[in-house]
């Protein structure tokens, strides 16, 4: 008896464990309050759509009167060619509005997480989806959104939160038009892009201020009026509502980056351009070869050996025509290498310089032709002096 009296008053020691507990348990509080909540939004949305089923008939009288407005109608199919034939299909902006009257649907996007790839780019996984509340039926779409922004000299990562959502926001609308239109019956669409297509026959604006805001529209895409006559076959005051039709879709396509110009109008397709350093190596050696070019050409006219591909030495200037020269007949032409041009002694960069006396002679540079010809030496760089040596280059001339 005595021994269990003492055994109940001892002290027990506090377990290593019991800490780690509380602080998990007050921890995931939060989470598990969050994820109740949630869990409690979803769970009513579903059942108010049971309770309040939607009414195709008046849903789609509804989506019929949204496209006779035309200002949706202008916005509501896109157009792209492949493999010779014309694609056409709502856009992002209808597949929203058919969303919105057929009711009782969920859409949207968002991001799962983010990561870095093998090369060290950073990237988000992003999910579009949309949900039938009604039929508890689902669609969704994953996909890799890099943080990187391709340009003209290459590409660079993002930093900014901004750009970051933009960039996802851009590339998720697409599957999220995809998604609606995969939870919409077909018809219910077909119906309304004919809907919108009688409402753009009607009101097509035909008027002068019409046409010329169409124009203007296309020009901001490096679209002219001569290309758009060349493609109608008529003068663009006098073009058909049919055709203001066509050309709408055209630009909507254009707009949503579903098309290139050059795949609509007869307008050259650009070559593929080398991406990164090369791009900037490329662009410095065509304005030094550009530069020495016009300044051999104001010398005299050179020729080229078709065998050897050597350019021949400009030829002494003309005596005058009462006592023409003659070259003497023993004396060789001479001829330099049509890779290897004069060099200026008063250019820098030049030579094999170390980065830092490249980046001196940036510095000094007082024109871009100078600060090109700094970039063009700086080829035997290692990738990373060269990639240093590049940006302080689009600093000091941005343009």
């Known amino acids: 008896m005595n021994d269990q009296t003492s055994t109940s008053q001892t002290d027990l ?11 998990l348990t007050q921890a995931s509080a939060g989470a598990m309050q969050n994820q109740s909540r949630e869990l409690a939004e979803t769970q009513t949305k579903y059942l108010m759509a049971q309770r309040f089923p939607r ?4 849903n789609m009288d509804r989506i019929l009167n949204a496209f006779t407005r035309p200002t949706l109608a202008e916005k509501a199919q896109y157009q792209f060619a492949r493999g010779g034939n014309a694609i056409v299909g709502p856009s992002i902006r209808a597949a929203e509005a ?29 999910e579009a989806y949309c949900v039938d509340l009604e039929t508890r039926s689902s669609k969704r779409l994953q996909f890799i959104v890099p943080h990187w922004r391709d340009t003209k000299l290459g590409g660079y990562k993002l930093k900014d939160e901004r750009d970051i959502y933009e960039l996802m926001a851009n590339q998720a609308q697409r599957r999220v038009r995809a998604c609606i239109l995969a939870m919409v019956p077909g018809d219910v669409s077909e119906a309304a892009m004919a809907q919108a297509e009688v409402t753009l026959k009607a009101k097509a604006d035909t008027s002068p201020d019409g046409i ?20 109608i076959q008529r003068r663009a005051d006098v073009i058909q509502p049919a ?3 066509s050309l709408k879709r055209i630009y909507a396509s254009l707009r949503d980056d579903m098309s290139e110009p050059a795949d609509w109008f007869d307008i050259p397709k650009e070559a593929p351009k080398a991406e990164g350093l090369e791009a900037v190596r490329a662009a410095a050696a065509a304005k ?6 016009g300044a051999e050409a104001g010398k005299g006219a050179t020729g ?23 070259a003497p007949a023993a004396a ?12 200026d002694p008063s250019a820098p960069g030049l030579l094999d310089k170390p980065l830092d006396q490249l980046l001196s002679d940036l510095a000094s540079a007082t024109s871009q032709e100078t600060a090109d010809l700094v970039i063009d030496s700086g080829r035997h760089l290692s990738e990373p002096d060269y990639k240093t040596l590049v940006a302080s280059y689009r600093a000091s001339f941005p343009n």
């Open 55 to 58: 009414d195709v008939v008046a």
């Open 212 to 231: 010329q805001k169409l124009l203007d529209a296309f020009a901001d895409l490096g679209v002219t009026k001569e290309n758009i006559e060349k493609r």
């Open 243 to 245: 055709q203001i039709v």
């Open 98 to 126: 058919i969303a919105q009257q057929w009711g009782n649907m969920e859409q949207g996007f968002r991001e799962v997480q983010r990561g870095i790839d093998a090369k060290g780019i950073p990237f988000s996984e992003v």
């Open 304 to 326: 080229a050996d078709p065998d050897t591909g050597e350019v021949q030495a400009p030829a002494a200037p003309a005596a005058p025509a009462a006592a023409p020269a003659k």
């Open 332 to 343: 060789p032409k001479a001829k330099t290498p049509a890779a290897a041009p004069k060099a």
């Open 288 to 293: 030094r070869a550009g530069g020495k070019g």
């Open 13 to 23: 020691v506090e377990s290593p464990f019991a800490g780690g507990q509380r602080s």
